[in-house]
C-alpha cells in the first residue's frame, strides 16, 4: 500500500518518494472531492499521486505496468453510488446521524449556544448551525450508501444556494466524506 508522510510526502510500494509543497497537496485534496485529480511529480522516475475525495487511493508508479490501466478510466465508481442515492436515507441511518451530530455538539463545540442541527429532504442531510438562538445553513451532504462517504456542498450565502463545486473556502481541507469532517469544515467557513 501506499503511504502518506506527513504533511506532503508520499511513498510509492517501490520505495520511492514524491515531496511537494504544503500548499499544493492541500489544494488538490480539496480539488479531489468530486473526482479522481492526478499529482504528478517531476522526478526522474515520475510517480502520479491520485487523489479522491480528499484522500490518497492510488499511486501510479513506472515501475508497475498494471497501474497504467486505472489512468485510462479515471470514472469508475459513479453508477453504483447513484442508484443508492435515488432513494431517501433510512431510518436507521437517521439515527446513526442524530447520535453523531450530538457527540459532536457536546465533546467538540461543547456550549448549549451553539449547536448543529440536522434536517432531512430525500437522499440530503442538511446540518444547520443554532449560533446563540438564530439558526443558518452551513452544509448539505448527500446520501450515497455509506456512512463515511457523504457528498458535501457548502452553502454560498452570496448566491443563497449550497454549491458542490466550490471546494475554496476555509476549512475545506476537513471534509473527507463523514459528518465530523463536514462539522469541523462548517466551523472554519462559518465561525460560530
Ligand atoms: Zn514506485
Not at 508520499?10 to 485529480?37: L, T, W, Y
Not at 508497475?64 to 486505472?70: L, N, P, R, V
Request: neutral net charge.
Amino acid at each position: 500500500m501506499p503511504k502518506e508522510i506527513f504533511p506532503s510526502s508520499f511513498q510509492c510500494d517501490c520505495g520511492h518518494q514524491s515531496d511537494f509543497a504544503e500548499r499544493i497537496v492541500r489544494d488538490m485534496r480539496a480539488m479531489s472531492q468530486k473526482k479522481k485529480v492526478y499529482l504528478a511529480d517531476s522526478a526522474p522516475e515520475e510517480h502520479t499521486i491520485v487523489f479522491y475525495r480528499g484522500k490518497l487511493v492510488e499511486i501510479q508508479c513506472p515501475k508497475q505496468t498494471q497501474s497504467h490501466e486505472t489512468r485510462k478510466s479515471p470514472r469508475t465508481s459513479t453508477s453504483s453510488t447513484k442508484r443508492a442515492t435515488t432513494r431517501g436515507i433510512p431510518n436507521e441511518v437517521k439515527t446513526d446521524v442524530a447520535a453523531r451530530v450530538e457527540h459532536f455538539n457536546t465533546t467538540v463545540l461543547r456550549t448549549p449556544h451553539c449547536v448543529y442541527v440536522p434536517r432531512y429532504r430525500g437522499k440530503f442531510l442538511y446540518l444547520d448551525r443554532q449560533d446563540d438562538g438564530r439558526l443558518s445553513p452551513i452544509c448539505r451532504l448527500e446520501y450515497t450508501g455509506n456512512m463515511e462517504d457523504w457528498s458535501f456542498a457548502i452553502y454560498k450565502y452570496s448566491d443563497e444556494r449550497y454549491d458542490e463545486e466550490e471546494w475554496f473556502f476555509p476549512g475545506a481541507e476537513h471534509v473527507d466524506g463523514t459528518l465530523e469532517g463536514a462539522m469541523k469544515a462548517g466551523l472554519e467557513a462559518y465561525t460560530p
